[in-house]
DNA sequence: TTGTAAGCGTTATCAA
DNA sequence: TTGATAACGCTTACAA
């Protein structure tokens, strides 16, 4: 199937190239109506498909946006295996699709070479996931194209951010283990790093702590990995090397999952002998058994959110004026991992 | 950061653009070391980035590859609530990454429009997942690109395909309820279409009951959507309405895991009143209680190994020459799910 | 209202 | 071994 061009449309409405252009585009107003028929005739009979690189090539909009999350650390592939991310790709690009974009989804070796990637394609703007190194996020400002950034705290006006009230939900989660009765809380975290989500999540958790006048224990925290591996690690020493812990906050539901079934593995119960609360409450925490008590925070939304974002702050760009964060909704959704001590 | 372009290059290393653009290629042997050296410094010193979109529009190759997977039916939304497609996905990505080619990621319409997509982006390759009205099959061919085939029963030699023995898995897994004692087995399954993967799953497991001799029982079959509420559904209808029935083959772990759920709904437990077997062998499969007994494919393999043979087929395309399918091995994980009857 | 033609950044042909 | 230069398909002044 070879290409059909704007030539031979032209050729066959038997008008110019310059007309066609103009009729494609929705500039109808510098055509007389007979040539914006004949053009629409031909276009349609010739089946005529723009190509889009021809378009980026004289206008620098490609009308692909770059998506990039985070990666394994082992291997290098993506962490789909986070339904987290799953779900705000699924948001992202039906919202995409629907207004005419693409989207390019990678994933990145420490943060570099990004920056290639999207002056190469002429990318139209991009939605980051997960947090790198300060470096990364000042390539990309150099590219000069709008950027929404979800999971990360940067303190830069530059970017559009589309985030969550992490620290609320580490308060919240923990609360309401404290509210339940639970005095002795562990912490089952990944790496705590500055100004990560993660952190933030520590944070309310020591809120939480002190609101009640209840002593922050750093040896109740667990940090590592956010895998179930790990998840599943701690819980197993949570139930067998500390009896005083009757519950746990989890900072994903990954890792809650892992939890559970490590205090299982030591021939414990959730909830009887020790309580778990996630967060994110990704599709299957409701499905699994018990049902996760967790933080919901709704990924497919957040992900439509910050395309929506995106693609307004393309469409008029007024040169990335700043803006205020969008903060997504949270919510305790109570299932059965949370037992109520009297 | 304004485009530096091969001109800037040239001038820089005083040269002409064609010296420049050899020299990037790696035709080197058409330029002298001389030249070679001096146009690496200056594209080195510039930080000179090629613009793939003016390359695309020269030589019709754009380093993208288009990668489809089916969305929900409800929403229009990708189907990244199955893991299985998570994983592939992770795979094909870190294989494409690898050579330098990026990937869009889409989710289409009732198969409709996907040759407009190709065509404006002019796309290198495709990976096709999920099954669709023969006429897409049939425009995707018009474009004259090479494309794999993931999950279709399509015979036409001019598709890749990238499969499994999926009525063998279907026959795995039934044998081995029926090695366990099952008689009265159920199936539970998405909607069974002509030559799709789900048909060849139903088929192995006629075949494993008629080779034991065992009466295939239409009204035994639950038939409806690949998610986890029909598996619940049907999961309480079995415990409920099928006191007979001990034990059930999920063709996705998906609607096993709902299965599960449905058979407790009802008060009754796995695997002591049923037996389940499910498909795939996503990553929760081992982490839900009680841990699935499954026929695990592996999705990140199989990606990776779609991702490799689509490039193969780019890189010499010899004008598509028909090959064989390629047949990703199955393996029965025994964990949990299953009640050897006595 | 219409058409001509000059780019956009590359690659590739063909003389020099 | 080099360097002009003509494509590639499209948009958009600018002229007619």
Redesign the interface.
């Known amino acids: ?1 070879k ?1 059909i061009t704007i030539r031979d449309v032209s050729v066959r409405a038997g008008v110019s190239t310059a007309a066609v252009s103009y009729v494609l585009n929705g500039r109808e107003g510098k055509v007389s109506p007979e040539t914006v028929a004949r053009v629409r005739r031909a276009a349609e009979e010739l089946n005529y ?6 378009r ?2 004289v206008n620098n909009k ?1 009308k ?1 946006i770059g998506v990039v999350i985070p990666q394994t650390e082992d ?4 962490l ?2 986070n ?1 987290f991310y ?2 705000l ?3 992202i ?2 919202r995409l ?1 629907q207004s005419g974009y ?6 990145i070796e420490k943060g570099e070479g990004y920056l ?2 999207s ?4 990318l139209d703007g991009a939605i980051i996931t997960g947090i790198y190194q300060e470096s990364f996020y000042e390539d990309l400002k ?3 194209m709008p950027i929404v950034l979800v999971d990360s705290y940067i303190y830069d006006s530059y970017f559009h951010v589309v985030g969550i009230d992490d620290e609320l939900g580490g308060y919240m989660a923990t609360k309401h283990l404290i509210d339940n009765g639970h005095t002795n809380i562990a912490l089952v975290t990944g790496m705590i790093r500055k100004d990560g989500v993660v952190e933030k999540r520590f944070l309310g958790y020591k809120r939480a702590l002190k609101e009640a006048e209840l002593f922050y224990n750093p040896d109740h925290v667990f940090e590592h990995s956010v895998t ?1 591996q790990f998840g599943q690690e701690a819980g197993k020493l949570i139930a067998a090397k500390c009896p005083e812990i009757t519950a746990a906050f989890a900072t994903s539901d990954l890792m809650a ?2 939890v559970i ?1 490590g205090i ?1 593995d030591e021939g414990k119960e959730v909830p009887e002998h020790v309580s778990v609360v996630g967060f994110d409450d990704i ?2 925490a409701r ?3 018990p049902p996760l008590t967790t933080i919901k925070q709704d990924a ?1 939304s957040r992900g439509i959110m910050a395309a929506d974002r995106l693609l307004t702050a393309i469409e008029k760009s007024k040169e990335g004026l700043p803006q205020e964060p969008t903060i997504m909704p949270l919510s305790l959704i109570d299932r059965d991992t949370v037992l109520k001590l009297t």
């Open positions: 199937m290409r498909i723009p190509d889009l690189s021809a980026s090539l490609s692909l291997q290098k592939q993506l789909l295996q339904p799953s779900e790709i699924c948001g690009e039906a699709r693409h989207m390019i989804l990678s994933g290639d990637t002056m190469q394609r002429n150099k590219v000069r179930y999952m892992g079934q299982r599709s299957i499905l699994c058994t497919v």
